[in-house]
């Protein structure tokens, strides 16, 4: 138990449906972030937040759209996604946004069809 | 441009055996390094951890160890036990990048009881 837990575990959408995916954290921490891993590719980061507000966002196409309502919660809204969209998607949270370790959930597995 | 490498895909040792998992980066920028265990079905795990003023840090079986002319770090676990068994994912970030984490394609380490 890494006190940052994810739902759904998994989830398989259309192409043409709307999905959100939640993260919540309880380790009193200030920044959340979206990664991405797709498989044989590195951890890519989509999105970072700090105290509530975006800091970072990785060139990450409009069809997925983050929500930070308070620094223990996390968003990933999904829109009209494409199959090459599939891949694990994973929330992390850390104390700050300076690059310290990062404490990550299970991990959404996402399936478009 | 991938700026963290793990050239090794997948590493086999005999359980007792050391394990050495390697981790080249380009960026002189990184000054923080990180290590990460990944199990089947679950998010990353924070392992180990080095600053770029130090060379070596040790915990438990676990010894990371950092070579900055090289650009290069490497993870050391002795003795590797069956429950090792995971994907080991490397990291850098640097204070000047807002503190992002780059993280590497991971190794996958297999130790035969």
């Known amino acids: 138990e890494t006190g940052v837990t994810q739902t759904p575990r998994h989830l398989v959408m259309g192409m043409t449906n709307k999905k959100s995916l939640k993260c919540e954290q309880h380790l009193g921490h200030n920044a959340m972030y979206w990664y991405k891993q797709s498989a044989k590719k590195p951890l890519e980061l989509m999105f970072v937040y700090n105290f509530k507000e975006q800091t970072e966002n990785n060139s990450v196409p409009s069809r997925f759209s983050p929500e930070c309502p308070n620094s223990s919660h996390l968003f990933l809204h999904l829109h009209t996604l494409q199959p090459e969209d599939s891949a694990l998607y994973l929330c992390a949270s850390s104390r700050s946004n300076r690059g310290e370790k990062l404490f990550f959930g299970s991990g959404t597995q996402l399936s478009v069809l | 441009d991938q700026q963290v490498k793990q050239n090794s895909p997948s590493l086999s040792v005999q359980e007792g055996r050391i394990s050495i998992l390697n981790c080249d980066y380009t960026?002189?920028?990184?000054?923080?390094f990180l290590w990460y265990k990944k199990y089947p079905a679950e998010g990353p795990t924070f392992l180990i951890s080095?600053?770029?003023?130090?060379d070596k840090n040790e915990d438990g079986r676990f010894t990371v160890f950092l070579n900055k002319s090289a650009k290069h770090l490497s993870l050391h676990i002795v003795p590797s036990q069956p429950g090792d068994s995971a994907v080991y994912f490397c990291a850098a970030s640097s204070n000047t990048n807002a503190g992002k984490s780059t993280f590497g394609d991971g190794t996958t380490l297999t130790v035969k009881p």
């Open positions: 960026n002189s920028m990184f000054d923080y």
């Open positions: 080095i600053s770029s003023i130090k």
